[in-house]
Nanobody, 121 residues
Framework: QVQLVESGGGLVQAGGSLRLSCVAS????????MGWYRQAPGMPRELVAT???????DFADSVKGRFTVSRGSARNTVFLQMNDLKPVDTAIYYC???????????????WGQGTQVTVSS
């Protein structure tokens, strides 16, 4: 089974940058869609950014122009470059993966354990 492991979280001052990394293991094939969700205290989990094997990306409106998402070519890896961080970005960030679905149903979904990002003002 596919396992996702995140790294790169930490404490940063407002206006600073962090780079999150995620590695998927347990498969010899490329996961169709990978990216990031986040969950702040008392709030529901929300999409941050995703990218497919074809290069299509989706971003939350709140992070457009500040965050970028990219995939490595040698492994099932995904990165989230976060610039101009704001206190409202404080959350647990979860790596996400989804296999391509078929007419018979959705593809399998995978979640990492999460990494804490805290932005101080």
């Amino acid at each position: 089974q596919v396992q996702l492991v995140e790294s790169g979280g930490g404490l940063v001052q407002a206006g600073g940058s962090l780079r999150l990394s995620c590695v998927a293991s347990g498969t010899d094939y490329s996961v169709w869609q990978m990216g990031w969700y986040r969950q702040a205290p008392g709030m529901p989990r929300e999409l941050v950014a995703t990218v497919t094997t074809g290069g299509r990306t989706d971003f939350a409106d709140s992070v457009k122009g500040r965050f970028t998402v990219s995939r490595g070519s040698a492994r099932n890896t995904v990165f989230l470059q976060m610039n101009d961080l704001k206190p409202v970005d404080t959350a647990i960030y979860y790596c996400y993966g989804q296999e391509l679905g078929t007419e018979r149903g959705r593809g399998a979904e995978y979640w990492g354990q999460g990494t804490q990002v805290t932005v101080s003002s």
